[in-house]
Structure formats: C-alpha cells, structure tokens
C-alpha cells in the first residue's frame, strides 16, 4: 500500500469513527505529548503546552457556542476546568502532572459516553 492509499484508508476510517472517540484521540495525543515534555527540553515542553492550550481553546469555543447541544451545567463546567487549565499553563512552571490528570479524565469520559 503506498502513502497515498493508507492516508485515504486512514482518512475513511476517521471519518466513520464516533465523535467522542476521536475527541478522546485528540486528548491522548496531546497526554502524550505532555508525557514526552516531562524529560524533555524547555522547546518540547512549551510545544506540548502550547499544544494543550489550544485544545482546551478549542474545548472552550465549543462549550460557548450557543449552538452546543449538551446540558447548560456540563457546558459551564467544561468552560470553568478550561479556565483552570488555562490559569495553570500561564504560571511560570506548569505542572504537567495535573495538565496530564486532567486530560486523562476527560478522555476517560469521553470514551465512556462513545
């Protein structure tokens, strides 16, 4: 199989793929992501955060938007953990232990709820 044809095959099987399973994919690429960054350099280490920040931007943007279809507390909580995440990545030494906790468990979620 060439590079062309696996990248379509992958593309196909994504595209079939539950929402939630591909959501807790994103999440525990970017886990491993942090993971690495803990032995890693300060450039690895700002990727993985920078890398966080925006997924949790992202998790944030969608819990606001008003066309979001789950429960208005589940909406708040997401955006004020987004908040927390946030607050925590902004210190001047980020702990990538709670950065990593936090993921898992909403990955851990998301695949319950698939």
Do not use: K
């Not at 994504?14 to 959501?23: F, K, L, S, T």
């Not at 525990?28 to 350099?41: H, K, P, S």
Request: proline content about 4%; hydrophobic content about 50%; glycine content about 8%.
């Amino acid at each position: 199989m060439n590079a062309s044809n696996a990248l379509r095959a992958y593309g196909a099987t994504r595209a079939v793929m539950d929402p939630r399973v591909q959501e807790a994919d994103v999440f525990r690429r970017v886990i491993g992501l942090l993971r690495a960054a803990t032995e890693a350099d300060d450039g690895r280490r700002a990727r993985a955060i920078a890398d966080n920040r925006r997924l949790w931007l992202a998790v944030e943007s969608a819990a606001a938007h008003p066309s979001n279809l789950l429960p208005e507390p589940l909406r708040a909580g997401l955006i004020s953990l987004g908040r927390a995440v946030r607050r925590e990545m902004d210190g001047a030494a980020p702990d990538l232990g709670f950065l990593i906790s936090v993921n898992e468990q909403i990955a851990a979620g998301l695949t319950e709820a698939a």
